[in-house]
């Protein structure tokens, strides 16, 4: 090694030199990356559920406790919202979760749509687990948000501080109405699900009319107004295990207690759960099997 070699080797570079002697780019210069850069993009796609999927409860539940509880005098004055307003209220709620997880995660803010995409669509069976759980404890934490906002307003409904009974549970969690038999509400949760989960595979879909970038929200907006407004009444419209259960959880530990599971012979798990679960398969199967020609269709290859 010659002298003018070594000298080079040994002197420390500039921080904006590069090993070969050039100088780094404007952008090369400011994207370093820090130690918490590397642990976010591990946990970036499961955050993106959890964020999109409490951005759905907070929108869907407030829109819920609004309107109820702004029914009674001691709340408000005149009432704050109707059918019309849950159904919007829901619509946005979707849009705005899909929209904040859409480019990172996929946007799937429902477990029964990341099984559905795992079956149908390739999604990688690893990332299941993590999207699941993401989206589960994002309806939780959604759900301990509008709590905590309409504390107050469940006391004034319910007649004393910290009462809770089964008229307000309904607004967080599903429950079926009272002329509702077992076997059409599970038909009901079935049956919506299944229409959102063959929408959603429309719109993502290359050989039908797929939705323009950045569109695909607004889409689901409409969709989940229409599943709303036209299948909504009997059961509460589920549609999403998570968007469920999450809330159910947080009911069941702030005062509600077992009367949220013990309802008709635990209704929890069998409609607003294994319900959506199914309709999701039904709806990816009937789609595939009819509609979808891409090349990694199940039906379409030997």
């Given at each position: 090694?010659?002298?003018?070699?070594?000298?080079?080797?040994?002197?420390?570079?500039?921080?904006?030199?590069?090993?070969?002697?050039?100088?780094?780019?404007?952008?090369?210069?400011?994207?370093?990356?820090?130690?918490?850069?590397?642990?976010?993009?591990?946990?970036?796609?499961?955050?993106?559920?959890?964020?999109?999927?409490?951005?759905?409860?907070?929108?869907?539940?407030?829109?819920?406790?609004?309107?109820?509880?702004?029914?009674?005098?001691?709340?408000?004055?005149?009432?704050?919202?109707?059918?019309?307003?849950?159904?919007?209220?829901?619509?946005?709620?979707?849009?705005?979760?899909?929209?904040?997880?859409?480019?990172?995660?996929?946007?799937?803010?429902?477990?029964?749509?990341?099984?559905?995409?795992?079956?149908?669509?390739?999604?990688?069976?690893?990332?299941v687990p993590a999207y699941?759980?993401?989206?589960?404890?994002?309806?939780?934490?959604?759900?301990?948000?509008?709590?905590?906002?309409?504390?107050?307003?469940?006391?004034?409904?319910?007649?004393?501080?910290?009462i809770r009974t089964l008229?307000?549970?309904?607004?967080?969690?599903?429950?079926?109405?009272?002329?509702?038999?077992?076997?059409?509400?599970?038909?009901?949760?079935?049956?919506?699900?299944?229409?959102?989960?063959?929408?959603?595979?429309?719109?993502?879909?290359?050989?039908?009319?797929?939705?323009?970038?950045?569109?695909?929200?607004?889409?689901?907006?409409?969709?989940?107004?229409?599943?709303?407004?036209?299948?909504?009444?009997?059961?509460?419209?589920?549609?999403?295990?998570?968007?469920?259960?999450?809330?159910?959880?947080?009911?069941?530990?702030?005062?509600?207690?077992?009367?949220v599971y013990t309802f008709?012979?635990?209704?929890?798990?069998?409609?607003?759960?294994?319900?959506?679960?199914?309709?999701?398969?039904?709806?990816?199967?009937?789609?595939?099997?009819?509609?979808?020609?891409?090349?990694?269709?199940?039906?379409?290859?030997?």
């Amino acid at each position: 090694m010659s002298r003018s070699e070594s000298n080079t080797s040994t002197v420390s570079r500039a921080p904006n030199v590069k090993t070969d002697g050039s100088f780094l780019t404007s952008r090369e210069n400011t994207t370093r990356k820090n130690w918490w850069s590397s642990y976010r993009q591990m946990l970036r796609e499961p955050a993106a559920e959890f964020a999109g999927t409490m951005l759905l409860t907070i929108f869907g539940l407030g829109v819920n406790c609004q309107t109820v509880l702004s029914s009674n005098a001691g709340v408000s004055s005149s009432p704050k919202g109707d059918w019309s307003s849950v159904t919007l209220g829901w619509g946005a709620a979707i849009a705005l979760g899909v929209w904040v997880s859409g480019g990172i995660s996929g946007g799937h803010i429902n477990p029964a749509v990341t099984l559905a995409m795992a079956a149908w669509r390739k999604f990688p069976w690893k990332k299941v687990p993590a999207y699941i759980f993401a989206q589960l404890m994002g309806a939780l934490v959604g759900a301990a948000i509008v709590y905590a906002n309409y504390f107050h307003a469940l006391d004034v409904f319910e007649g004393g501080r910290g009462i809770r009974t089964l008229k307000t549970a309904g607004l967080f969690s599903t429950f079926a109405a009272d002329y509702v038999t077992n076997v059409s509400a599970f038909f009901s949760e079935f049956l919506a699900t299944s229409i959102l989960v063959f929408v959603i595979l429309a719109l993502t879909d290359r050989g039908n009319v797929p939705t323009p970038a950045g569109l695909l929200p607004l889409a689901l907006f409409i969709t989940f107004i229409g599943i709303a407004a036209g299948l909504g009444m009997d059961t509460g419209f589920a549609v999403n295990p998570a968007r469920d259960l999450g809330p159910r959880l947080l009911t069941s530990m702030v005062g509600w207690g077992k009367a949220v599971y013990t309802f008709r012979h635990q209704y929890w798990i069998w409609c607003p759960i294994i319900a959506p679960f199914l309709g999701a398969q039904f709806g990816a199967l009937f789609y595939d099997a009819f509609l979808y020609n891409e090349d990694d269709g199940f039906f379409n290859t030997s």
